[in-house]
């Protein structure tokens, strides 16, 4: 008789055992769901980079959201694809009220008041440049871009946004906001600030999506490089002071020990985004044949949920919620 005292196995017998050990569990209200929007009308074009993906009209954005809400989703987030006639160097298309994002952003909080809209806060998909940032001399000036960012933030409080989510990565734009919508009265908007957003290659379906890749270099001047960890902290701490409501990490899956150091270091919400390449990696593969994309999905949020973010945007909240009703979950 071999004699052994501790078998961890007894606890991973049975379904029924696992499902009562089982340490973390993706919910519906841990998820945030990413739309893209077009300009025009009865439109739904599919994205070629990133299957069961779409851009969509206003009007047929609110059929889709009116079938996410049906199945419990409740937080959205807006990207608006812009025609390149309307773009310039200071993103002026961005707080054009007739324009398409805040048209998209009046329309959806009529419709649906009680569900949670998350904006963008960028100049990249209105800028001439493709930059996040003001361009001169081919640099990207900080300081000339936060007013920018916050008359954008401003009008986009202003047509009901729920959550601004500043992704430019310049310094000093969390404290810049926060001060521009309280004054403008919108002291009861949150601030989700892309905290650790990495220069990644993982965003290129996002960039095709929204035909917003820089129109030369790189923005390595301004997020961050993938080799470190210790700076994620310094970002956090600043927009901590500067009166950011939730931390994000950007991408997930490449980073998940700077969603488990955010955790460990901050008691603010940490949200993760799990980006276009990520999910387009697990739909070409499934697509081959060489991977099943429904376990490959769930294995991807739990690790996610794991690592500790307490919200996930992800292009898979529709799917996965789907999962989990017609699997009664």
């Known amino acids: ?15 029924a055992i696992r499902d009562l050990v089982q340490e973390h569990f993706v919910m519906l209200n841990d998820l945030m769901y990413p739309l893209f929007l077009v300009d025009g009308e009865g439109k739904k074009e599919a994205i070629a980079s990133m299957p069961g993906q779409y851009r969509w009209s206003v009007d047929t954005l609110l059929v889709e959201i009116e079938s996410c809400v049906t199945l419990g989703i409740k937080a959205f987030v807006l990207f608006p694809n812009i025609a390149e006639t309307l773009k310039d160097a200071h993103a002026t298309e961005s707080w054009n009220a007739s324009g398409l ?48 960012l916050a008359r954008m933030a401003v009008a986009q409080a202003e047509a009901g946004a729920d959550i601004i ?8 734009r969390v404290g810049y906001l926060r001060e521009a919508l309280d004054e403008a009265s919108y002291s009861n908007v949150r601030i989700m600030s892309y905290t650790a957003k990495y220069a990644s290659a993982f965003y290129g379906p ?14 390595k001047t301004y997020q961050m490089n993938p080799a470190n960890s210790r700076e994620a ?8 002071m500067e009166g950011a409501d939730y931390l994000m990490v950007k991408p997930a899956l490449p980073y998940l020990d700077i969603i488990q150091a955010l955790r460990n270091n901050n008691n603010l919400p940490i949200a993760a985004y799990n980006v276009s390449g990520e999910y387009a990696m697990i739909k070409a593969a499934a697509e081959k044949g060489w991977l099943d994309g429904t376990k490959s999905m ?13 919200i996930i945007l992800t292009y898979f909240a529709k799917e996965y919620a789907q999962y989990l009703h017609d699997n009664k979950l």
Do not use: C, W
């Open 233 to 240: 902290l310094i970002e956090a701490e600043l927009d901590v």
């Open 1 to 15: 008789m071999i004699n052994i005292t501790h078998r961890p196995r007894r606890n991973r017998a049975t379904q």
């Open 101 to 148: 994002y805040l048209r998209a952003i009046r329309a959806v909080k009529q419709r649906f008041p009680h569900i949670i809209l998350m904006t963008d806060v960028a100049m990249d998909p209105y800028s001439s440049d493709g930059h996040d940032g003001v361009v001169f001399n081919n640099e990207i000036i900080n300081d000339l871009t936060l007013p920018i």
């Open 206 to 219: 996002f960039r095709d999506a929204l035909d917003s890749a820089p129109k030369f270099g790189d923005k």
């Open 165 to 172: 989510g500043p992704s430019d990565m310049m310094d000093g």
């Open 298 to 310: 769930i294995e991807s949020l739990t690790s996610i949920k794991r690592a500790g973010a307490d």
